[in-house]
């Protein structure tokens, strides 16, 4: 099974402020994805790469963007967050057909 | 759209009693995976069909393809409180999995 790590594990800020969420996996995989789900809710992508400097756009319109440098890092900036930013958000590193994701970020914007 | 729907949306059972989850698609699937999601946790991986008509099983739970390839479905027996959780299907996009709508499924002891 893939290592896929995310920090910080909960993030709590004030609006407007900018933040990044960081991403990494070990195994290698060139395939990343940025997904954000509200509790028990449904997953909906928001960003993926199929590698290193290579982003798309996910289904779900989202304010944030994406960097791919590096093959094992895949990190997700808000310039500027607003409550409506307030979410969790799942990386994801696919191989093959399977998917593994990371343990999220639970972020809450006041 | 490519949205794969789930039905039930929500379920609620009494620990012993089964569960199933179905998952439909308008167009034919060369696959279908299912994920489960433990309450506060993230998805996990379970099972991947190909076949149509494929039936795989883990311990309590059973996992169908249907023969047209259009359908799947995730039936557990006997619920324990541990199999709470919610349970997505996933089929194969263009370079991305597209997941089903999930099922929400709670046991009571």
């Known amino acids: 099974e893939a290592d896929i790590y995310q920090t910080p594990r909960y993030l709590v800020i004030g609006t407007g402020k900018k933040i990044t969420l960081e991403c990494s996996q070990t195994?290698?995989?060139?395939?990343m994805y940025w997904y954000q789900q509200d509790p028990g809710m449904e997953l909906h992508l928001i960003h993926y790469?199929?590698?290193?400097?290579?982003?798309e756009k996910g289904d779900l319109s989202s304010e944030s963007t994406v960097s791919r440098i590096r093959t094992e890092h895949f990190p997700l900036t808000l310039e500027s967050a607003r409550p409506s930013h307030t979410s969790q958000y799942l990386c994801?590193?696919?191989?093959?057909?399977?998917?593994?994701f990371g343990p999220g970020t639970r972020l809450t914007v006041l | 759209g490519q949205q794969v729907m789930q039905i039930p949306q929500y379920q609620h059972v009494q620990e012993g009693e089964d569960f199933t989850t179905y998952c439909n698609s308008s167009?034919?699937?060369?696959?279908i995976q299912w994920y489960k999601q433990r309450p506060g946790g993230h998805p996990v991986f379970l099972i991947q069909?190909?076949?149509?008509?494929e039936v795989k099983k883990q311990k309590r739970l059973t996992f169908q393809f249907g023969e047209a390839k259009k359908n799947s479905s995730l039936h557990i027996t006997a619920t324990q409180t541990t199999d709470v959780g919610t349970y997505f299907c996933?089929?194969?996009?263009?370079?991305?999995?597209?997941f089903g709508t999930g099922t929400r499924l709670l046991v009571s002891p």
């Open positions: 195994m290698g995989h060139d395939k």
């Open positions: 167009t034919t699937l060369s696959n």
């Open positions: 994801a590193s696919r191989s093959g057909d399977t998917q593994y």
């Open positions: 996933a089929k194969k996009g263009f370079q991305k999995l597209v």
């Open positions: 069909l190909v076949k149509s008509g």
């Open positions: 790469s199929y590698g290193v400097n290579s982003t």
